[in-house]
């Protein structure tokens, strides 16, 4: 079975920083690209970051909101995928699901984890 | 990126058809057949319901179906059962190599 469950969320105050985690089992996590998604409290749905496989040499893009802030990485001896996010903002405030990539969409998500930015 | 365009809500009596609209630009809708759409019930994660405009995962209802023309993309159910009531939400990959979402539609079974 398809899992990937997210942790690391919490409380931090503005400027500050978190490291959010994503383990994925159930499938070949090498081979797949992976996804963050937010969505902040009431609101729609946000595309944060998405990293390639080793095959695209682990190449990550950003949405223009978090770019040069947040930096996903990922570990494929464990299966894991993170979000290392600085200078954070009360606009970043939402909860983060990790999603795996397939045919160019997001085929199974995690159940997310909520990051609030507040001081 | 500005977030794709979809009405607020829309609304449709038990066995009936409703379509929802996406309009984004020739640099994400119109630009690849890589439109998808995800059902969200409240409190719980996103479910993809149609990927590559029109393909449907293992295990979603044939009552759901997608189309695209031009610069906007459509979702349509089909015999609307009150399990259907939820947010939608299409997806697009971009010139720019990113995703972008559409803002949201709130569905309701009368």
């Known amino acids: 079975e398809v899992q990937v469950v997210e942790s690391g969320g919490g409380l931090v105050q503005p400027g500050g920083s978190l490291r959010l985690s994503c383990a994925a089992s159930g499938f070949s996590f090498s081979d797949h690209y992976m996804d963050w998604v937010r969505q902040a409290p009431g609101k729609g749905l946000e595309w944060v970051a998405r990293?390639?496989?080793?095959?695209?040499?682990?190449?990550?893009e950003y949405a223009a909101s978090v770019k040069g802030r947040f930096t996903a990485s990922r570990d494929d001896s464990k299966n894991s995928l993170h979000l290392q996010m600085n200078s954070l903002k009360s606009e970043d405030t939402a909860v983060y699901y990790c999603?795996?990539?397939?045919?160019?969409?997001?085929?199974?998500w995690g159940q997310g984890t909520l990051v609030t930015v507040s001081s | 990126q500005s977030a794709l365009t979809q009405p607020a809500s829309v609304s449709g009596s038990p066995g009936q058809s409703i379509t929802i609209s996406c309009t984004g630009t020739s640099s994400d809708v119109g630009a690849y057949n890589y439109v998808s759409w995800y059902q969200q019930h409240p409190g719980k994660a996103p479910k993809l319901m149609i990927y590559?405009?029109?393909d449907r995962p293992s295990g979603v209802s044939n009552r759901f179906s997608g189309s695209k023309s031009g610069n906007t993309a459509s979702l349509t159910i089909s015999g609307l059962q009150a399990e259907d009531e939820a947010d939608y939400y299409c997806n697009s990959y971009t010139t720019s190599t990113s995703y972008v979402f559409g803002t949201g539609t709130k569905v309701t079974v009368l």
């Open positions: 990293t390639r496989n080793k095959a695209r040499s682990y190449t990550t």
């Open positions: 999603a795996r990539d397939w045919q160019t969409a997001m085929d199974y």
């Open positions: 590559a405009v029109s």
